[in-house]
């Protein structure tokens, strides 16, 4: 009987062992291959840059129309404008001009963030103003180049119920234009737009085959809705990037930063004067109204700038909502300020080309009084600062504090 028994279980370890031996064929078998990546066919570097070179061409000229209206009869109708067929394919031109499904989209009225667009203007980089277009190839269609490139630029917009009170709109759901365009609702936003483009390359000759916005909706009717946006994106409205050699790359919006941005600093460099003892006064003056505020401050040079040559802040009516007295950073446990230093300013998400938001903070070197001991901390400000270009020149229309502590003793 033991002999019996040592066989079978000597059987049992023999099948387990030979389990074990085919074990990592049958794991190797059921691994799958690992996926074959399908290369970008390639072109050569020539192409590549007449096709850059072309796309830029065309999307220039397509976006420095002074209105979108001039293109709306083109969009209805699908004729294309006469200005931009000499970079269409022959067969486009043949078998889509007049037709309104044609795949040459142009610029519309688009909606984004409550705001209508009725021009676009191209964003130029650089000393030389070169248009901020980027085209980058992605593939081939048989024959065919595929390209996809994004267009900077800085538009004129309407609150969407301004635009509506102006604008007709029509069965397919492009506007007509009505009434004249008021300019002071109007806005400036800098929107990145966004086109899927199909080139024919013949013997070297490269022309548009197609050229539409990507992600679009089929049917003339559900692209030209105003809020079919997705082929665009808001941008903030100064790109304030800088090159290697420590330059803005695009000059203009760093200059008109720099300008913007010395007044808001120049106005919290001046509050340090505003002591104990003259907020104390202030407080009076306050109640008092405008004049007597007016008058202090000017005696103060808070209002001026540090050369004493041009105004920071405008002093209405309205002086205690634009300027909250509790918005002044010395608080009443403070004895005064000593310095501020490392002041930074951001433009706020918000801002446009007249809505001038900015972030602006700071940190106060701040002599405190507890009992009979004066005590130094150091403070840090968070404060919204809105500027305003009404009265010929950048001066800051609001300012409100967001926040205040301490950083350290």
């Not at 909606?111 to 191209?122: E, F, K, P, R, V």
């Not at 086109?195 to 022309?207: A, F, M, R, T």
């Amino acid at each position: 009987m033991r002999k019996i028994f040592c066989v079978f279980v000597s059987i049992i370890l023999l099948l387990v062992a030979a389990g074990c031996k085919k074990q990592p064929e049958n794991s190797v078998a059921t691994q799958q291959a690992p996926p074959q990546t399908v290369p970008v066919a390639a072109i050569s570097p020539e192409v590549d840059e007449a096709a850059k070179k072309l796309l830029t061409e065309y999307f220039s000229l397509l976006y420095t129309a002074p209105s979108v209206d001039v293109y709306t009869e083109s969009s209805r109708t699908g004729k294309l404008p006469d200005s931009i067929t000499q970079f269409i394919s022959e067969r486009t031109l043949q078998e889509g001009n007049g037709n309104p499904e044609i795949g040459i989209h142009l610029p519309r009225h688009i909606s984004i963030n409550g705001m209508s667009i009725t021009g676009y203007d191209l964003v130029l980089v650089g000393e030389q103003g070169v248009p901020d277009i980027t085209s980058g190839f992605v593939g081939m269609n048989g024959e065919n180049l595929l390209y996809f490139c994004k267009i900077l630029t800085k538009v004129n917009a309407l609150p969407d119920d301004i635009f509506l009170e102006c604008y007709e709109q029509q069965d397919d759901n492009s506007f007509i234009r009505r009434k004249e365009l008021p300019n002071a609702q109007m806005d400036g936003m800098r929107v990145e737009v966004r086109y899927d483009v199909e080139l024919e390359n013949n013997s070297g000759d490269l022309k548009i085959y197609r050229a539409i916005e990507s992600n679009f909706k089929p049917g003339l009717k559900n692209r030209l809705f105003i809020l079919n946006n997705e082929s665009i994106t808001r941008l903030p409205y100064l790109d304030l990037t800088k090159t290697s050699d420590d330059t803005y790359l695009y000059p203009e919006e760093g200059e008109l930063y720099e300008k913007e941005k010395a007044v808001i600093e120049n106005y919290f460099m001046n509050l340090p004067v505003l002591d104990r003892e003259r907020m104390n006064l202030l407080s009076h003056k306050w109640d008092q109204g405008l004049q007597g505020v007016k008058e202090y401050w000017d005696t103060l040079k808070i209002t001026k700038n540090s050369e004493g040559t041009a105004d920071l802040i405008h002093l209405d009516q309205n002086f205690a909502v634009n300027y909250p007295y509790d918005s002044l950073p010395l608080r009443f446990d403070m004895e005064k300020i000593k310095g501020i230093q490392n002041v930074v300013v951001t433009p706020h998400p918000a801002y446009s080309e007249k809505i001038k938001w900015y972030f602006a903070s700071f940190e106060a070197q701040v002599q405190k009084t507890n009992g009979i001991t004066d005590e130094d901390y150091i403070y840090r400000y968070d404060y919204l600062v809105k500027l305003s270009t009404e009265f010929g020149s950048v001066i800051i229309e609001k300012v409100k504090l967001n926040e205040y502590h301490i950083v350290h003793q």
